[in-house]
Each structure stands twice: as C-alpha cells, then as structure tokens.
C-alpha cells in the first residue's frame, strides 16, 4: 500500500545504506559535495571530493564520466540542483543521495570530522 506520509524514493535518488553497500560491492563511485568548504569540513564522507555548487560549472573536468556520480549535499536540494546539472552536461550516471549527509549521519555511516 502507498504510504502518503513517507516520501517515496525517485528514480534519480539513492538512499545512504544503498550508497554504503554500493562502496563495499567495489563500484565505482564518485563522491561528489557541493555544500560550502565549511560545512565540508565540519563532517563530510570518507573518499567524498568537495566541489562547491557555485564552482560546479566550471569545475565539470575534474569530474570523471566513467563513474556514478553520487551528488551529496546537507539535505538532498543542492545535490538534486548538482546532479541535474551533471545531467543536463552529459554526465549519465548521475544519482542524488536522498536526505543528504543528515540521512548519512542518522543512518550511522561513517564521516570525516
């Protein structure tokens, strides 16, 4: 039965705990973080890149094609913005971490401090 109350996960999304059992299996995943240098440095993902989302345009070379990009934000806004950006510049495997790195931490994952 549909639950009303719980957003459904879209197509483009991916949940922390697939993310983290996609980085155990050995795919190859780029950790993309668009927040600020700050919030990057508060806590951010192990192995993640940090490339601000105002930079993201001119920074599109450093990002590789042959990867699925996982775009990682505080919340999951900026990273969707992030990801259909990449979209839209020809990058296929594009997929916004749902809920940000708050859904990282609450699911208990680890995270550089």
Not at 30 to 36: A, K, N, P, T
Not at 62 to 77: E, F, H, L, V
Not at 103 to 109: D, K, Q
Request: glycine fraction near 8%.
């Amino acid at each position: 039965m549909f639950n009303f109350f719980r957003p459904q996960p879209r197509h483009d999304e991916i949940t922390p705990t697939e993310v983290q059992q996609r980085l155990a299996r050995g795919d190859r995943l780029y950790l993309l973080d668009v927040r600020e240098r700050e919030e990057y440095v508060e806590a951010h993902i192990p192995d993640s890149v940090l490339i601000p989302l105002g930079q993201l345009s001119r920074k599109l070379s450093n990002i590789p094609k042959d990867a699925t990009i996982i775009a990682i934000c505080r919340s999951g806004n900026r990273s969707g913005v992030a990801a259909d950006m990449l979209r839209r510049a020809g990058y296929g495997d594009v997929l916004n971490l749902r809920g940000g790195i708050i859904a990282w931490v609450r699911a208990g994952l680890p995270v550089v401090a």
